[in-house]
């Protein structure tokens, strides 16, 4: 772990010093990616954050989509203490963002009950257990309109942003199991990147076969990998069957090739 990897906010210049008070759970990194999707956002559909905490990505987001289509954004947290509540009210109020942010103190399951609008851009960073981003991903994707795009924060367990300090430790499992349970596997989902911790995608509905290559090649560098391990493990064994067999023409065969 070095030092380089503390998050400071204040060296980013003018774009994220509405950030400088608030704890936030995010890398600079994870933060501009937050930014630049709220910003290219679809005009079709708003912004739905599951997870705010003190509003640290609530107010990134609501700053981007300000300056693309100026949509409003959810904000879905139960934040049980009143305290808490009043946190978050006031670090968007300070941020100049609170009417363009909708505060929900409720959890996410019990939203989307009743939920109907269409999402653009669907940031998933509550719980991080398995359960949890597994039924945030099963209830919620559905509202994602097409070309709109989901991210899950904390999804790749090597990497993970610790609170207050912005270091990066190793982090959660659940959130990874169920990106490459749900996402990868989904065949609605292309373009699928990672930047530090986050994992997000588009999705498609009616794939061409532009989309059908990109998700094909990703997917398929992925079977190739996997090829060339169980490739290398017969060659191992292969090679252990013929020294026991014949050590002189295995010698040789090492020999011939490095
Ligand atoms: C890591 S924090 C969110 C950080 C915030 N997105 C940020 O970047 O500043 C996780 C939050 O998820 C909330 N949470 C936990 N379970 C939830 C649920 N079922 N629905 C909505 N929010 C939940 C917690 O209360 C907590 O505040």
Do not use: C
Request: hydrophobic share 45%; proline share 4%.
């Amino acid at each position: 772990m070095t030092d380089d990897l503390v998050i400071n906010f204040q060296d980013q210049g003018n774009l994220f010093n509405f950030l400088r008070d608030l704890p936030v759970l995010l890398t600079v990194e994870e933060a501009q990616l937050l930014y630049r999707l709220a910003q290219r956002s679809l005009a079709a559909g708003v912004i739905v954050e599951i997870g705010s905490f003190r509003g640290g990505s609530a107010i990134i987001l609501a700053k981007g989509v300000a300056e693309g289509n100026g949509n409003k954004v959810y904000a879905i947290d139960p934040l049980p203490l009143l305290e808490k509540k009043l946190l978050i009210k006031e670090n968007l109020k300070k941020a100049g963002v609170a009417d363009r942010v909708e505060l929900i103190f409720q959890k996410s399951e019990t939203v989307v009950r009743n939920w109907n609008k269409p999402i653009s851009l669907l940031w998933i960073d509550g719980s991080k257990d398995y359960d949890n981003p597994k039924l945030d991903f099963l209830a919620w994707e559905k509202f994602l309109i097409k070309g709109g795009v989901i991210a899950f924060h904390d999804s790749r367990q090597s990497i993970n942003v610790a609170p207050n300090s912005g270091r990066l430790i190793p982090g959660f499992v659940g959130t990874e199991r169920v990106v490459k349970k749900y996402l990868i596997d989904s065949p609605r989902f292309i373009k699928i990147r990672f930047i530090d911790s986050i994992t997000f995608a588009k999705k498609i509905k009616n794939p061409g076969w532009r989309e059908i290559f990109s998700r094909w090649s990703f997917l398929n560098r992925i079977k190739i990998k996997r090829k060339i391990e169980k490739f290398d493990q017969l060659l191992g064994r292969l090679g252990q069957w013929l020294e026991k067999k014949s050590p002189s023409v295995y010698r040789l065969i090492k020999k011939i090739k490095p």
